[in-house]
């Protein structure tokens, strides 16, 4: 590929994973937001658990609708609104003048959230040459990342006055300006244009991410995938599709059941566990974590093409049960000092890494991928649907969890369902490194087994 194409493909994918920078810092910030809202309204906890909840609500509502509005408006179009919605969330919940507004506004900002996280992985997929593809899609998940972390340096920064929590939200506003004006620039995804019969503009679209040379091939391929008419809901339960929608659906709730967000929405609660006493040692070391999240995208991006979805998924996933065990141990012991606090550090550092180089980019990778065209819109926004479904349990049930189950107890459970996840993933998932979107189709027509994919692809 010519470099100019390459420059050109990156900015793209990086112009529409700004809706992962906006995902990432909406989902974030309440954890400093939080704390302010409750003292100015004087909240009781069931009002603070609606205003938290509320994103997680509206992602899984826009996340059901998203797949039926990309397919009939166009990924690009719904990326431009999604963009106008979080800007208008961000400055209504800057300025709510009460808790109802707040929890509205925040409502409109999960909704863009939940429509963003499916389109925005599904346009990179769609635009981008398939040797390329593993690490462009992960640039939304690399922006996910660093919009964490700066909603936690944002939190930090400005957690000072009573009224600074309208600054937080209303910060927001400036990726989403950015993120519309950009995709206002780009070209609808080819593969959709295709399906709408507008070949010229499809051809065009392609000509900017691949050399003409490759184009005609390229039609030929979308068009071949696309003789079957738009696909149902029901068409979505044929069994050539089910093992690609078992495989969506299970990645999602391994991504969350196994913890992920208790360590990224809770991480300063659990190092006040580990007896850090100070608040403020508790939120840097939260920062700690947010940042080696983003270091470690960085290596999962550079080895996704290279060493391929399952290599990763395995050392990952055996990192992550690791660690969830050694937190689970630590926290079993009478008292957690000296040595004991280093290991629970230690032990959450190693296992934010480990999900940063496997199922944090590779689940939201691999349910663009893994869809025949014709269904991808509905298929992957159920995915979505289940992946902020399962976050919501997950996010609700932690603190009556440790509760219940102890903290070491909820920490084992969690290293169970990794463990748990590890063999699905050898038993289902496909490695789908190197093949076109079409040629994967083409395999789940065969129904050959989704899982043969990789394997026959190395036989070769
Ligand atoms: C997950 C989020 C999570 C984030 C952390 C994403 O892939 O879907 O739930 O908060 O990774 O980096």
């Not at 039926?68 to 963009?83: E, H, N, P, S």
């Not at 141990?329 to 480990?354: C, D, E, H, Q, R």
Request: charged share 15%.
């Amino acid at each position: 590929m010519k470099k100019g194409s390459k420059v050109f493909v990156f900015m793209t994918a990086g112009i529409a994973a700004l809706a992962g920078l906006l995902f990432g810092y909406d989902t974030g910030v309440i954890s400093g937001a939080i704390l302010f809202i409750k003292d100015q309204f004087k909240l009781a906890s069931s009002a603070v658990e609606a205003v938290v909840s509320a994103v997680l609500i509206g992602a899984v509502i826009g996340a059901a609708f998203s797949g039926a509005i990309t397919d009939r408006f166009g990924r690009k179009k719904v990326l431009i609104v999604t963009a106008l919605l979080f800007a208008v969330g961000a400055i209504g919940a800057s300025l709510a003048a009460n808790v109802a507004m707040i929890v509205l506004f925040r409502l409109i900002i999960g909704v863009a959230i939940g429509v963003a996280s499916y389109t925005a992985p599904l346009y990179i997929s769609e635009i981008s040459p398939p040797q390329m593809r593993g690490a462009l899609v992960s640039l939304n998940q690399l922006m996910i990342t660093c919009g964490i972390v700066v909603s936690y340096l944002v939190d930090y920064a400005l957690s000072l006055g009573a009224n600074e929590w309208r600054w937080m939200f209303g910060l927001g506003a400036i990726p989403a300006v950015i993120l519309v004006t950009g995709m206002m620039a780009l070209s609808e995804s080819p593969r959709w244009l295709v399906g709408r019969n507008k070949t010229a503009e499809a051809r065009a679209a392609l000509a900017r991410v691949m050399p003409q040379s490759e184009i005609d091939k390229e039609m030929r391929s979308i068009q071949k995938s696309l003789t079957a008419k738009e696909g149902s809901w029901k068409e979505l339960l044929q069994p050539w599709i089910r093992p690609a929608l078992v495989v969506g659906i299970a990645l999602a709730f391994f991504q969350q059941a196994t913890g992920i967000n208790t360590i990224i929405y809770y991480a300063p609660t659990i190092f006040e566990f580990a007896g850090f006493g100070s608040h403020k040692v508790a939120i840097l070391a939260t920062v700690g974590v947010g940042i080696v999240n983003v270091l470690m995208t960085v290596v999962a991006i550079w080895f996704i093409d290279r060493l391929g979805r399952k290599p990763l998924l395995y050392i990952g996933m055996t990192g992550m049960a690791i660690s969830l065990a050694v937190i689970g141990i630590a926290f079993n012991m009478p008292s957690i000092t000296g040595a004991l606090k280093m290991v629970t550090v230690l032990g959450v550092v190693f296992y934010i890494a480990s999900f940063a180089i496997s199922l944090g980019p590779i689940f939201w990778l691999m349910i663009a991928e893994i869809y025949p065209l014709n269904v991808r819109g509905r298929a992957m926004s159920l995915a979505t649907v289940a992946n902020w479904g399962f976050n919501a349990v997950v996010a609700s049930t932690f603190l009556t969890l440790t509760e219940k189950l102890g903290k070491a107890g909820t920490f084992w459970f969690y290293a169970i369902v990794c463990a748990i996840g590890i063999a699905f993933c050898y038993l289902y998932v496909p490695e789908t490194k190197g093949h076109s979107l079409e040629e994967i189709e083409e395999h789940l027509r065969k129904n050959k087994g989704l899982r043969s994919l990789g394997l026959s692809k190395e036989a070769k």
